[in-house]
Nanobody
Framework: QVQLVESGGGLVQPGGSLRLSCAVS????????MGWYRQAPGKQRELVAA?????????ADSVKGRFTISVSRDNAENTVYLHMTSLKPEDTAVYFC??????????WGKGTLVTVSS
């Protein structure tokens, strides 16, 4: 099992920056990739950024050049970050952390709300 806990969401003005964190614990060795997804009101959940254990990254076109995913590794716990800059009102959503593990197992956090508004 893998446990994910997001933090760092909040209210930010357009053009501002925010860093989201996802604390990952449990069977970390079974994880193949980590990602951030978001879901805005009335819309489907969408991929924002992902990173494999091999280091490959993928970003939604809407966030390329503005968002960066990174991973910090410790013995018992990893932390996945999403650095967000030049935020726009359309970035407003609940942001979820996801871990993709062995056997097509997906683990999700409960999400953290990001609101971009003046």
């Amino acid at each position: 099992q893998v446990q994910l806990v997001e933090s760092g969401g909040g209210l930010v003005q357009p053009g501002g920056s925010l860093r989201l964190s996802c604390a990952v614990s449990g069977s970390i060795f079974t994880i193949n990739a980590m990602g951030w997804y978001r879901q805005a009101p009335g819309k489907q959940r969408e991929l924002v950024a992902a990173k494999t254990v091999g280091g490959s990254t993928d970003y939604a076109d809407s966030v390329k050049g503005r968002f960066t995913i990174s991973v910090s590794r410790d013995n018992a716990e990893n932390t996945v970050y999403l650095h967000m800059t030049s935020l726009k009102p359309e970035d407003t959503a609940v942001y979820f952390c996801k871990a993709a593990g062995w056997g097509n197992m997906d683990y999700w956090g409960k999400g953290t709300l990001v609101t971009v508004s003046s």
